[in-house]
């Protein structure tokens, strides 16, 4: 783990290159880092493309705010996730266009929401989860994400968007941006029957690059 300092700039940076090719838009989004004596998370707010370092929302341990802007609302949902995900380096939330227009749709399997179209969406999301629609901020939300979280690195909110953990900002950065771009193919080949991974495939994958 880096200095707070040398952080705040790497959420930043991450934050910039998201927002700068379309992987969120707005004030929407969000980002956070866990330190040692709290965690850093994006404000409520604010665009993830006009970050100031310094005013980046620093929580202790029970969520309370030591420093910074309010906190997105979301912050819920990144404290789930660090409860029952101890490796997970970062999470990130956004609302890539594709990857909520994905979430609008319906599933055959809540545990496995992601068609396994490629090698890399499997190796960098694994098995993503989808969770039924919550209204934004709702503790409610933060419970059901905990629960996912145990089983998912990745997971999809019904309506709302990705929420992904990785074992550093950079990996969870990887793992949201293929999410984003296997939810596009998965759109553009929407009712044309492609040929999916086999489940032999998915398992030599497995074996071969196993998540987290």
């Known amino acids: 783990m880096g200095t707070e300092s040398r952080i705040r700039e790497e959420i930043v940076a991450v934050a910039t290159s998201l927002f700068e090719r379309g992987y969120t838009h707005g004030s929407t989004g969000n980002i956070s880092v866990p330190l040692e004596d709290g965690l850093l998370v994006t404000p409520t707010g604010a665009s993830l493309g006009t970050l100031d370092p310094a005013r980046l929302s620093k929580l202790d341990f029970a969520g309370r705010l030591i420093s910074g802007d309010k906190p997105t609302k979301e912050s819920l949902l990144h404290q789930a996730v660090y409860r ?28 496995d929401a992601l068609p396994k179209l490629t090698a890399y969406g499997h190796m960098q999301c694994g098995r993503v989860a989808m969770l039924p629609y919550f209204r934004p901020g709702d503790a409610e939300l933060a419970a059901a994400v905990e629960r996912k979280a145990k089983a998912h690195w990745s997971i999809l909110l019904a309506h709302h968007g990705p929420v992904v953990a990785g074992t550093s900002l950079m990996t969870a950065m990887h793992a949201v941006e293929e999410l984003e771009q296997t939810a596009r193919l998965a759109l553009m080949l929407h009712g044309r029957n492609p040929n999916m991974l086999t ?12 998540q987290g």
């Open 84 to 111: 029952t995900r101890r490796r997970a380096g970062a999470v990130i939330h956004l609302h890539g266009t594709h990857s909520v227009a994905l979430s609008c749709l319906p599933v055959e399997d809540p545990d």
């Open 199 to 210: 489940a032999g495939q998915i398992d030599d994958l497995d074996r071969h690059f196993p």
